[in-house]
């Protein structure tokens, strides 16, 4: 069965760079997004973006100039890099895969992304000085 | 952005009845192309990350006990509980996947009276 985990620091300083990897555990790599989400009492649950196993990236436009999501297919990881930060991203942060179907439309195959149904169990970032 | 708008902030039901909770998109989410909608349903306890429960709008993820159902097209769906067990307290979440960025609802609390 799949697993996630997130690893990373708990406490980040102002203005600096969060490094958050996610590791994933007994599964394919392929054919799914691999998401960042994060969760504040203030936000509630907020989408980041997502990485493709080919490297395909999509963010938020709400973190789209300070974020960056990548993926080492060798070791089974996919990575956060958030810059800039302040105390409004202090938060607790999953990473969750996205499960895909292909599905045909008239004379299109198209793959269509539809659902979080892995998530780790997340790790919490606190942005103080 | 979609905004996802759910309702009630906090549902109060009694062991073994129904609950239901309400979940409005601002744009339809549904694919005309394939005749679905990409509305999602998660359930989220204290302590714990948010588990999928509906995709689609309407089918049950694999595990799902058969009493959480999901309804509804275009704009405005629900999440159903049908004989609430003391199990199912929890913070309930709408998502949509149809459009970039994803967004979720605020959530809607559901506790026994």
């Known amino acids: 069965q799949v697993q996630l985990r997130e690893s990373g620091p708990g406490l980040v300083k102002p203005s600096a760079t969060l490094s958050l990897s996610c590791s994933v555990s007994?599964?394919?790599?392929?054919?799914?997004?691999w998401t960042w989400i994060r969760q504040s009492p203030g936000k509630g649950l907020e989408w980041i973006g997502y990485v493709s196993d080919t490297g395909k990236t999509d963010y938020n436009p709400s973190f789209k100039s300070r974020v960056t999501v990548s993926i080492d297919t060798s070791k089974k990881q996919f990575s956060l890099r958030l810059r800039y930060l302040t105390a409004a991203d202090t938060a607790v942060y999953y990473c969750?895969?996205?499960?895909?179907?292909?599905?045909?439309?008239?004379?299109?195959?198209?793959?269509?992304?539809?659902?979080?149904?892995?998530w780790g169990q997340g790790t919490t970032v606190i942005v103080s000085s | 952005d979609i905004v996802m708008t759910q309702s009630p902030d906090s549902l109060a039901v009694s062991l073994g009845e129904r609950a239901t909770i309400n979940c409005k998109s601002s744009q339809s989410v549904l694919y005309d192309s394939i005749g679905k909608n990409s509305l999602s349903w998660y359930q989220q306890k204290p302590g714990q990350p948010p588990n999928l429960l509906i995709y689609w709008a309407s089918t049950r993820e694999t595990g799902v006990p058969e009493r959480f159902s999901g309804s509804g097209s275009g704009t405005d769906f629900t999440l159903t509980i049908s004989g609430v067990q003391a199990e199912d307290v929890a913070v309930y979440y709408c998502?949509?996947?149809?459009?970039?960025?994803?967004?979720f609802g605020r959530g809607t609390n559901l506790e026994i009276k």
């Open positions: 998502q949509q996947s149809y459009d970039i960025p994803y967004t």
């Open positions: 969750a895969r996205e499960r895909r179907e292909g599905l045909w439309s008239g004379d299109f195959f198209t793959y269509y992304y539809y659902a979080l149904d892995v």
């Open positions: 007994y599964g394919s790599f392929n054919t799914y997004y």
